[in-house]
């Protein structure tokens, strides 16, 4: 048993029924789809995803189908507890309700949840993507089943199975259990803040700058690359460009094409089994962020991840419109500074930058292959890539932040975390490349302007 999706387009409902249909979620929660690299089945732990104009009165049903345990642990914050919380505990007499004050997604807070849900049977979620992380890390510690009713629009991770975690200040992308259940009720989701909304925007139109930097890094270093993850999301990502204006209204539709873009490019990474198709350099410069800027700005996840693809998109456009390739020059890296800027983390980081250090022979051949594959790699980004025009008009429509200071993020910081968040993860992207050719500094100088100071 598959359990059930409601959706725009037609559903399944069970194994016996499944059947590849028209909607790529359907398929994906079949366990129908196989992947063209590999022919492996793809096997979906998702019981139920439903996404409806109104969950109202249903929530208990939802569940019930779900053969979820009777008496679970409601976990939610202040004001998604004002939003739907307090809807759902009323839907489940005997239900305990834990009401965390400012959720931060850390270890010391995932710690405190164990310790205060832990005579709980199976857990819920009640929110976002902070609230989301820690319970589906908890659940997963634990081995136990938990299910989301999602609060906002705002993030891909509500079906993944990863957990991003920090641990003593670096943000870390840790294994957890998918939901057996997730749930999506677009009049709340309508009615989340707009900040939450653009948030949404920005973390799922990164599919166009993570794809390129996984193409690159598949056509440089042979990394295993799937098309699948990033196959599922056309549809629904032209939709909601087309849509785009509606966000703001609160219209159903367009919330709808929203919450289909961000599930799909979250199956997508569940289909990869890792977080390569959502998870770029876009990332890095978000992770940047999020470590060293103190205080931290305040801003979300997707709001910092839409300004970083719009830089990396920049640098794409950049990079990929020249005729021939920039010949790579030998890795450089600095020890020290890096200790300097990384503390206690200096030491993974190291380890990160000097994975994919380029020298002496292997530097020659890739200087060979980027050769060669150039051409490739220019059609990939002419054909899948958004155009800049059209992903600027849809962050400005919705007011994705393009420039950091609409983050209150100093420019002069921001230059550092274009220049160094690719020394935080051994992932090659097109930040390596754009340095190791000796164009990134230049690029960063032009992309802020005059605003550096």
Known sequence: MFGRLTAQRRAISTDDEAQVTDDPICNV???????????????????????????DGRERDLLH??????????????????????????????????????????????????????????????????????????????RQPYAVFATAPSMNGYVTATASISRDGEKLS??????????????????????????????????????????????????????????????????LLNRIDDLATGDIDAVRALVRLLVLGGLGMLIAGSSQPGSQGEHLI?????????????????????????????????????????????????PAAMSARFG?????????????????????????RLAERWCSLRTAFETKALPLAQLRNAFDTVGVPTDPRDLDIVP????EAILHARELRDRFTMLDLAADSGILGAFVDGHLGGGLA
């Not at 022979?361 to 890739?366: D, G, K, P, S, T």
């Open 412 to 415: 002069s910081f921001y230059r």
């Open 65 to 142: 189908e779900l053969d979820f345990p009777s008496l679970p642990t409601i976990v939610c914050d202040p004001n998604t507890h004002d939003a739907l919380a307090k809807r759902v505990a009323a839907a489940l007499p005997g239900a305990k309700l834990v009401v965390i004050n400012a959720p931060q997604a850390d270890e010391r807070m995932a710690q405190d949840l164990m310790d205060q849900t832990r005579h709980a049977e199976a857990l819920i979620a009640v929110g976002a993507g902070t609230l989301n992380d820690l319970v589906k890390y908890v659940s997963h510690r634990r």
């Open 29 to 55: 929660l079949s366990g129908r789809f196989h992947l063209s690299e590999t022919g492996e089945r793809i096997s979906c732990p998702i019981r139920s995803l439903v996404i409806d104009p109104s969950l």
């Open 174 to 239: 840790l294994p957890a259990t998918p939901p057996l259940g997730a749930f999506f009720d677009l009049t709340v989701l309508a009615d989340a803040p707009d900040r939450l909304i653009r948030a949404g925007v920005g973390d799922s139109l990164c599919r166009t700058t993570a794809e390129i930097d996984w193409l690159l890094s598949h056509h440089l270093f042979d990394t295993a690359f799937l098309e699948m993850p990033f196959a599922i999301q056309r549809e629904d990502e032209a939709e």
């Open 286 to 334: 978000s992770h940047y962020i999020d470590m060293l800027h103190r205080p931290h700005p305040g801003s979300f996840h997707g709001e910092q991840v839409g300004l970083a693809s719009w830089t990396m998109a920049t640098l794409q456009h950049c990079v990929l419109s020249r005729d021939a390739p920039p010949p790579l020059a030998e890795t450089m890296y600095d």
């Open 344 to 368: 206690v983390h200096g030491t993974s980081c190291l380890a990160a930058i000097t994975k994919k250090a380029m020298s002496g022979n292997r530097l020659e051949a890739l200087n060979h």
